[in-house]
């Protein structure tokens, strides 16, 4: 890969690998998203997932390899790269006693932003994900859709460049997937997420990153999947011949 090429990737796994003792939980993973780009990263439980979008986030060291994000390595640049990308972890860790807006001021705070600036990102991640209507309500009371949006909400705070979310619809019922869909839609960032929920890639995704036992099984787009009969059929053939 040329260096110019490669300035143009704002995320990058480079034969990124993770073991524990003899257990392989990702190994020699290679893939690149490019800015814009929303990228569905597809695999059964135990595939690795989460395990890679740790690393890529600095959560987690690699065994061997390199996860760059925004260019920078991120083993070595873990307090830039974490300036310039948001984190939304499966059951994201939420204080069940704040309120919404005592929680974006809190982490607000914590980031060190100036308190006009501050003032001005909470109004715009309140309105880019609808959660006007549960500012004052304790998080531990909201539904889990709202909790979804009060997650986004926190991690888009600091207007990261990258966005990384594990399942953010999981546990969703028809109506919050989408919502919680169209809010991911209209961010306009370039995104990695996890789901299982197979039949909303093509209605997110520009690209699929499909692993199985930690180690990538396809690369492509959603278009590329119309012939198939159906995503499940296509989902179990790609697994269980991997």
């Known amino acids: ?10 995320i990058e796994a480079r034969g990124l690998s993770k073991y524990y003792g003899d257990f392989i939980a990702v190994e020699d993973l290679n893939f690149s998203i490019r800015k814009g780009e929303v990228v569905a990263f597809l695999g059964p439980n135990g595939a690795g997932k989460s395990t890679t979008m740790k690393m890529l986030t600095g959560y987690l060291a690699p065994s061997a390899g390199v996860a760059k994000v925004c260019g920078m390595e991120v083993a070595s640049n873990r307090s830039l790269v ?9 059951n994201g860790p939420l204080y ?14 914590a980031r060190s932003m100036a308190p006009a600036t501050k003032q001005d990102r909470i109004s715009q991640v309140i309105e880019q994900c609808a959660i ?8 531990g009371k909201l539904s889990r859709g709202f909790r979804q949006r009060v997650g986004m909400a926190n991690v888009l705070l600091h207007e990261p460049d990258v966005l990384i979310m594990d ?33 909303e890639v093509p209605e997110v995704a520009d690209r699929i990153i499909l692993i199985n036992n930690g180690r990538l099984i396809f690369e492509g787009t959603p278009d590329e999947l119309k012939g198939e009969s159906s995503l ?11």
């Not at 890969?1 to 704002?10: A, D, H, I, L, R």
């Not at 974490?82 to 499966?90: C, D, K």
């Not at 989408?178 to 996890?194: A, C, D, M, N, P």
């Open 1 to 10: 890969m040329s260096e110019e090429n490669s300035e143009e990737f704002m």
């Open 82 to 90: 974490a300036n310039r990308i948001g984190y939304l972890p499966e």
């Open 96 to 109: 069940e006693e704040m309120t919404p807006i005592d929680l974006l001021n809190f982490f607000g705070d």
């Open 132 to 139: 006007q209507t549960v500012l004052s309500k304790p998080i």
């Open 167 to 199: 399942e953010p619809t999981a546990g969703l019922d028809p109506n919050q997937v989408l919502e919680v869909r169209k809010t991911i839609k209209g961010l306009g960032k370039t995104i990695l997420l996890s789901t299982h929920i197979l039949q």
């Open 232 to 242: 499940d059929a296509w989902f179990n053939q790609q697994t269980l011949a991997a």
